[in-house]
């Protein structure tokens, strides 16, 4: 099928009817190339203010943002050393080891290998991943903008935008009023913001580059009508279901819907995108497939399904996704300019439109998990506010600024624009100093704390429990490779139980009988004794008969449970 030239000046200028030229010069990657290294030395500063601000009792943790979920991922890197296929480690029930996740996997076995450790491994991660969404992105914008000037300002728009949630944190100064959890999320949800999640999220960065990827080969093999980029796009595909499985529910309906919109356009079956859309899902549903599986396997895996609104992330309401989305997102939509018909539309501007539009649904599907469905929105949001500052604002524009030129008018609009949308991501760049500045947990721990996580990596198995307190215990899958009773609100079973029984195990109110009870339901084997713990109580377990101290180093101290030692004295 040739697309269609659009013939309508309300539309975006044709990006369709290609020369045999090739779409990128070297001169322009490196271009693209300098400046994603400047974004990624950037924002590489605040971990090296972590790092050399740490003090001496302390050790910065290695990240900066969302520590559950990350030690979380750590842990499964932990695990992949030696397995394929890992336990849920966060919480003291044994858990089939089920989960696979290429990212993590493909980490844990390079630790391995190389012996470098968690920490390096993420800030390795982190800049590949960085330069990786925003090569993805400027590819996409290429295949849709042959002017470079526009995959420029798409580009960027895509890499450095952010919402206006910048409002809050000026509501909150000059009210004293905290920011509300519903607002904060529009200030504080990364899936949709590049750079935010190039600063702290990795994965996260993978798989909004790997969607762009994915669209831009839809997008060439609908020109070429060659399934070679079908091929491609579904090899694509899978890496990011083996990441992400989640995120096929963004692949899937958006070619669905480019697919309908095509067909209704020209009505006649789409036979190519039909071939497309069924080799990407054969070859790419299966680690989808597996995901759902195992929480039907294995009970553990239904339980921290269950728990994913334990954390109260779900897509902001739509009178909130203005401030979400941003300044930029708004343009798209003026650019989306409903009352050309289909027939008037080429295939990308078709495409671009399915991308954009499909977001609106999926982002509220009654899913756990619908927060991430924002994945990728941007970098579509910015192509069309590219679109929207040529069919909308430059009109605007030509009419009280008669000389100026267009290429000025538009270079004037686009900075205008960018000074517009990257607030956000400065005020989230800013706090992260302000954040760290103050060098607490769980960012920072104790290197008292850190010891006792040394000692028990050396003497627990994989099925051996530790018990601390939620700040403490978060930690230690991934540094000792022992359960932990209380880690993660999902990924702990019984989340709220488990964290009323450590609160009430170090306090005064139980009785030993009771306490034991405790160690005893999933034979808890350590306990980790640091001020976090002593904040919750006033209990001496130097006191309890059935906890031996093992260790001690300052204000950390391990406890061996010894509840078998006891009951085997007291039968004697």
Request: hydrophobic share 50%; with cysteine.
């Amino acid at each position: 099928m040739v697309s269609k030239v659009q013939s309508s000046p309300a539309i975006a200028t044709r990006t369709t009817g290609r020369s045999n030229s090739a779409l990128f010069t070297r001169r322009e990657w490196l271009y693209v190339g300098v400046f994603i290294l400047f974004i990624l030395m950037l924002t590489a500063l605040p971990y090296v203010f972590a790092y050399r601000s740490a003090p001496p009792d302390r050790q910065f943790m290695g990240i900066m943002v969302n520590i559950p979920d990350h030690f979380q991922y750590l842990s499964w890197m932990r695990e992949a050393q030696t397995r394929v296929l890992v336990p849920n480690q966060m919480t003291p029930e044994d858990s089939m080891p089920l989960l696979f996740n290429f990212l993590w996997w493909t980490l844990g076995r390079i630790e391995a290998l190389t012996g470098l450790d968690y920490a390096t491994l993420y800030q390795i991660t982190r800049l590949l991943a960085g330069g990786f969404v925003m090569a993805a992105t400027y590819f996409f914008c290429g295949v849709v903008f042959r002017n470079r000037t526009k995959r420029w300002i798409a580009f960027l728009i895509g890499s450095l935008g952010g919402g206006l949630g910048w409002i809050w944190v000026i509501e909150k100064y000059l009210t004293g009023n905290e920011i509300p959890l519903d607002k904060s999320f529009t200030l504080f949800t990364s899936e949709p913001n590049t750079f935010f999640n190039v600063l702290a999220f990795p994965h996260f960065s993978i798989a909004a580059g790997l969607i762009a990827v994915v669209f831009g080969l839809v997008l060439l093999g609908q020109r070429s009508q060659n399934l070679r980029y079908a091929w491609l796009a579904a090899a694509v595909s899978l890496l990011l279901s083996v990441q992400h499985a989640y995120d096929m529910f963004i692949i899937y309906p958006v070619i669905g819907l480019f697919a309908l919109f095509v067909w209704m356009r020209d009505r006649r079956f789409p036979l190519y995108l039909f071939k497309l859309g069924v080799i990407v899902v054969l070859v790419s549903m299966w680690p989808a497939l597996q995901a759902f599986l195992i929480t039907t396997v294995d009970p553990v895996m239904r339980g921290v399904l269950a728990q994913f609104d334990n954390a109260g992330a779900f897509t902001p309401a739509p009178y909130y996704l203005p401030f979400l989305m941003g300044l930029s997102w708004l343009l798209a939509i003026w650019a989306l300019d409903i009352r050309t018909p289909l027939k008037d539309r080429d295939d990308t501007h078709l495409f671009v439109v399915a991308w954009f539009l499909a977001h609106f649904v999926l982002v509220y599907l009654p899913m756990d998990f619908q927060i991430h469905m924002l994945s990728g929105w941007q970098i579509v949001a910015g192509v069309l506010a590219t679109i929207g500052l040529y069919t909308r604002v430059l009109p605007l524009l030509r009419r009280f600024f008669k000389n100026r030129s267009q290429t000025q008018l538009i270079r004037i609009s686009a900075s205008v624009l960018l000074l517009a949308i990257i607030p956000v991501n400065l005020y989230l760049f800013a706090w992260r100093f302000i954040d760290l500045r103050r060098a607490e947990a769980p960012f920072y721990m104790p290197t008292d704390t850190i010891a006792a996580y040394d000692y028990l990596e050396t003497q627990v198995q994989s099925d051996d429990v530790v018990l601390s307190s939620l700040t403490v215990g978060q930690f230690v899958p991934a540094l000792t490779g022992a359960r932990a009773y209380l880690a993660h609100w999902a990924q702990t079973l019984d989340f709220f139980t488990k964290r009323d029984n450590v609160a009430a195990f170090f306090g005064t109110e139980l009785t030993d009988a009771q306490r034991e009870a405790i160690l005893q339901e999933f034979g808890v084997d350590y306990i980790i004794y640091t001020p976090e713990e002593q904040a919750l109580g006033d209990f001496n377990l130097d006191d309890a008969p059935y906890l031996e101290a093992v260790f001690n180093s300052g204000d950390a101290t391990v406890y061996a449970v010894t509840l078998d030692t006891v009951a085997l004295a007291a039968s004697d």
